[in-house]
């Protein structure tokens, strides 16, 4: 059984060709809208496979334009996953647990507890925030002139936090119970003239990370997962970005995985979900 999944934005899809109930290949494609981007990726992953369209058993659709989606154009079978749904079961699948909190991190993050109980999931919208990758695109453009956020996270490799965000030792001078000195107090608290664009970059992807965290920490702790939380998505398979989200999360005592194909978590699930 040969399933495709399909996460589709405005202008890009993240794609992914399951055979037999393990990955075969994946691919993103970019384009002018959400229809030439799916059919694109579509494309791409049957050529990446060498298969022809009629070996596939069905294409599940997913991502926030996708229930608008028509690909009748195509002679195929396709079925529309939810993508809370599909976010829920790509994040236990890539994780390989059987319960989790997972965290979708892409223009803005999403919040679902996922449970998997006799080969059915079950999957919970808990929230989530407007924070995330829009959000460094938008702020970057703003304060660095930088719009792509692999330029920002470039930059902030070489930033220093403590030029601009104020920190727990700078008010009370150590650390304070189990949060350390070095803790953030006040995100942007601290910018002077000796602020470098590094540092803003660095900043902001330090302030953008500890929301995210906070936010879905909290959302764990209600359902006793604080130790089983995901993070997928674009901002977490880049690696400062997901170095801030464990060294925060762990600081307010949670744990979480940050899988391997983070990116493609959804359009995973997806295809998980109509196996």
């Not at 079961?89 to 679902?112: F, R, Y």
């Not at 930059?155 to 030029?163: E, V």
């Not at 965000?165 to 803790?183: E, F, K, S, W, Y």
Request: aromatic residues 4%.
């Amino acid at each position: 059984m040969i399933v495709a999944g399909l996460d589709i934005g405005a202008s890009v899809t993240k794609g992914v060709l399951i055979n037999e109930n393990k990955i075969w290949t994946l691919s993103e494609v970019q384009a002018s809208d959400s229809i030439a981007s799916a059919v694109g990726c579509l494309g791409r992953l049957l050529s990446n496979s060498k298969i022809k369209i009629k070996d596939l058993s069905q294409v599940a659709l997913t991502g926030s334009i996708s229930k608008d989606l028509k690909l009748d154009m195509i002679d195929l079978r396709y079925k529309i996953v939810d993508e809370i749904d599909a976010i829920g079961v790509g994040g236990l699948h890539l994780s390989g647990k059987k319960e989790a909190i997972v965290a979708s991190v892409g223009t803005g993050t999403a919040i679902v507890h996922a449970k998997l109980e006799e080969k059915r999931y079950y999957v919970e919208h808990l929230g989530g925030t407007g924070i995330g990758g829009g959000t460094m695109v938008g702020l970057g453009k703003l304060l660095l002139n930088k719009d792509r956020a692999t330029t920002i996270l470039k930059r902030a490799r070489s930033g220093d936090a403590s030029r601009v965000n104020l920190l727990v030792q700078d008010i009370v001078g150590g650390p304070i119970g189990r949060i350390p000195a070095n803790a953030t107090a006040s995100n942007f608290g601290k910018v002077g003239d000796d602020t470098r664009p590094e540092d803003v970059a660095l900043g902001l992807v330090t302030m953008i990370s500890e929301i995210i965290v906070t936010l879905t920490y909290f959302a764990a702790k209600q359902k006793k997962l604080e130790n089983d939380i995901v993070f997928v998505g674009r901002l977490p398979s880049q690696e400062l970005f997901s170095e801030r989200l464990s060294q925060t999360l762990e600081m307010l005592g949670g744990r979480c995985i940050i899988p391997v194909n983070a990116l493609y978590a959804t359009a995973i699930g997806a295809a998980k979900a109509i196996i």
